[in-house]
C-alpha cells in the first residue's frame, strides 16, 4: 500500500551538538586537521585516532543550481521565493543512513516519510537534523559513538530525489566533524549518471574499534537496491513526498 510521505523541512528531533575546535597543524607542517578518504585509502580508524567519542556530524554539501539548470521562476518577488524554496530545474539531494545495531534491530534515516530518527528506545543513535531543498546549507547527519556499543554498522547514503541524475554537476561532498580529532572528508569525484542513489560512506564497529569506510558505491534504484547491494535484509514499501 503506498504512503503518502511528507518532508518535514528544517525540524529537528535532537539539539544540534556545538561545534567543535579543529585540530591544530602538526610542528612538522603536516595539517592534521583533515583526512580524506580515497579508492588507495579507504578507511580510517575512529578508535586510534581518538574520534570515537562524543557525536559525529556527518554533513552533505552540494551544487544544487549547476551551470545549465533551468531557472526556477521568473523576476518578482514571490517567484524568487519560489525558486528559493524549491529546487526546480535544480537537483535535490538527499543525505540518510541506514543502521543495524547489535540486538538485531535495523532501519532507514531519511526525510521520507519523517524517518528523522532511528526506532532506538532512548536518546537516538542516528538522526538527521532535517531537510535541506535549496542545497544552500547542506544536510546533517549525526551519529552518537557514545553509544557505540549498540552499533553494528550505519551505512550514510544520498540519493538524487528531484533532479537529473548528474552528480558530477552536483559536485557534492561529505564531511565528517568527529567530536575530536581531523576532519574526514569523502568526494563523490566518481559518477554514474544512472543511478539516483549513493553509498557514500560506512561506520562499522565490532566492540573493539570504530572505523568508517569510504564507499562511493552508486546504486541503480532507491532504497531498496540499496538494501539489496549491501544485504541489510528489511521490507521496503513505496513512498513519496
Request: charged residues 25%.
Given at each position: 500500500m503506498p504512503i503518502d510521505y511528507s518532508k518535514r523541512p528544517g525540524s529537528s528531533p535532537e539539539p544540534t551538538p556545538e561545534p567543535t575546535p579543529r585540530a591544530a597543524p602538526s610542528p612538522g607542517g603536516v595539517s592534521l586537521s583533515k583526512v580524506t578518504l580515497t579508492k588507495s585509502a579507504p578507511k580510517v580508524s575512529l578508535s586510534k585516532s581518538g574520534a570515537a567519542g562524543g557525536t559525529v556530524?556527518?554533513?552533505?554539501?552540494?551544487n544544487a543550481r549547476p551551470a545549465g539548470a533551468a531557472p526556477a521562476g521568473g523576476g518578482g518577488f514571490f517567484s524568487k521565493l519560489k525558486a528559493a524554496a524549491a529546487p526546480q530545474g535544480g537537483i535535490d539531494l538527499d543525505l540518510g543512513a541506514l543502521y543495524e545495531f547489535t540486538d538485531g534491530s535495523k532501519g532507514v534515516v531519511q526525510a521520507l516519510g519523517n524517518a528523522f530518527r532511528?526506532?532506538?528506545?532512548?536518546?537516538?543513535?542516528?538522526?538527521?537534523?532535517?531537510?535541506?531543498?535549496?542545497?544552500?546549507?547542506?544536510?546533517?547527519?549525526f551519529v552518537d559513538l557514545r553509544q557505540a556499543a549498540k552499533i553494528k554498522?550505519?551505512?550514510v547514503f544520498a540519493f538524487i530525489y528531484e533532479g537529473v541524475p548528474n552528480w558530477a554537476a552536483a559536485?557534492?561532498?561529505?564531511?565528517?566533524?568527529?567530536?575530536?580529532?581531523?576532519?574526514?572528508?569523502v568526494r563523490l569525484d566518481?559518477?554514474?549518471?544512472?543511478?539516483?542513489?549513493?553509498?557514500i560512506a560506512q561506520f562499522t564497529s565490532d566492540g573493539?574499534?570504530?572505523a568508517v569506510q569510504r564507499e562511493v558505491r552508486y546504486v541503480q534504484g532507491g532504497q531498496q537496491a540499496l538494501d539489496e547491494a549491501f544485504s541489510w535484509g528489511m521490507k521496503w514499501r513505496t513512498g513519496r513526498k
Amino acid at each position: 500500500m503506498p504512503i503518502d510521505y511528507s518532508k518535514r523541512p528544517g525540524s529537528s528531533p535532537e539539539p544540534t551538538p556545538e561545534p567543535t575546535p579543529r585540530a591544530a597543524p602538526s610542528p612538522g607542517g603536516v595539517s592534521l586537521s583533515k583526512v580524506t578518504l580515497t579508492k588507495s585509502a579507504p578507511k580510517v580508524s575512529l578508535s586510534k585516532s581518538g574520534a570515537a567519542g562524543g557525536t559525529v556530524r556527518v554533513h552533505l554539501a552540494w551544487n544544487a543550481r549547476p551551470a545549465g539548470a533551468a531557472p526556477a521562476g521568473g523576476g518578482g518577488f514571490f517567484s524568487k521565493l519560489k525558486a528559493a524554496a524549491a529546487p526546480q530545474g535544480g537537483i535535490d539531494l538527499d543525505l540518510g543512513a541506514l543502521y543495524e545495531f547489535t540486538d538485531g534491530s535495523k532501519g532507514v534515516v531519511q526525510a521520507l516519510g519523517n524517518a528523522f530518527r532511528d526506532r532506538a528506545q532512548g536518546d537516538p543513535v542516528v538522526w538527521l537534523d532535517g531537510d535541506d531543498r535549496t542545497g544552500g546549507g547542506g544536510e546533517n547527519l549525526f551519529v552518537d559513538l557514545r553509544q557505540a556499543a549498540k552499533i553494528k554498522r550505519v551505512l550514510v547514503f544520498a540519493f538524487i530525489y528531484e533532479g537529473v541524475p548528474n552528480w558530477a554537476a552536483a559536485d557534492a561532498v561529505v564531511t565528517l566533524f568527529p567530536a575530536s580529532g581531523p576532519e574526514i572528508e569523502v568526494r563523490l569525484d566518481e559518477h554514474d549518471d544512472k543511478s539516483p542513489m549513493c553509498a557514500i560512506a560506512q561506520f562499522t564497529s565490532d566492540g573493539r574499534e570504530v572505523a568508517v569506510q569510504r564507499e562511493v558505491r552508486y546504486v541503480q534504484g532507491g532504497q531498496q537496491a540499496l538494501d539489496e547491494a549491501f544485504s541489510w535484509g528489511m521490507k521496503w514499501r513505496t513512498g513519496r513526498k
